[in-house]
């Protein structure tokens, strides 16, 4: 909760409370800090595997995916956290039809990276805000990466330095590390391609009145 004045000509924030991310997503928290939100964060367990199943058997795109698992963790969210604005994100991976997930070690990293290598793939960010169990605000956003041809010795080299974190991120890589050596080529939003449309999300809460 803030303790200040939230009608402070001085701040950018007009806002009653802080934002909830329903996310441990230390790129999307850095982004909404950065930006001078003030946020705090839960942890919230949906059936993200569940979920995409469903869909997939529906026929949604990877974007309609990563939307609709941002819609599950804002609800979530909201659920525990009534009159306050729940931020849920998610995003996916696809290389044409073939979808990704974190890779679990080293060596789904390094499958994932070479599937990858000298290919254009796409990374759709969705992300959704609930109030009070309702979907207030969606946006879903599309990055393109054309990642370099890797040899077996670039590959692993770079494993070897960016260790276990490679893990923590969809494609086995973070572009805002050492994952941006891996590229030749990258169109779109930079804050989309860490997982947050935030310009739209800025965009949404002036409108609300919660910003200037």
Do not use: C
């Amino acid at each position: 909760m803030l303790e200040r004045d939230p009608r402070d000509a001085n701040s950018l924030w007009q806002g009653k409370d802080a934002l909830v991310l329903a996310s441990k997503s230390i790129a999307r928290l850095s982004l909404l800090a950065a930006a001078g939100l003030p946020v705090e964060t839960v942890s919230i367990e949906v059936d993200e595997r569940g979920i995409e199943a469903r869909l997939l058997q529906e026929g949604a795109s990877p974007a309609k995916i990563a939307l609709e698992l941002s819609i599950a963790k804002a609800l979530a969210g909201s659920a525990r956290h009534p009159g306050r604005l729940v931020i849920g994100a998610d995003q996916t991976l696809a290389l044409g039809d073939e979808r990704f997930h974190k890779p679990a070690n080293l060596e789904a990293a390094a499958q994932q990276l070479r599937r990858l290598a000298g290919h254009t793939h796409a990374l759709h960010s969705g992300i959704a805000v609930a109030l009070d169990g309702e979907i207030v605000f969606r946006a879903v956003e599309s990055a393109l990466l054309s990642m370099r041809e890797l040899s077996e010795r670039s590959l692993a080299a770079y494993l070897a330095e960016a260790g276990p974190t490679v893990s923590s991120s969809v494609g086995g890589y973070q572009l805002e590390g050492l994952g941006i050596h891996l590229f030749e080529k990258v169109v779109g939003n930079h804050m989309v391609i860490l997982g947050l449309p935030l310009i739209q999300l800025l965009a949404f809460l002036r409108e609300r009145g919660d910003l200037l």
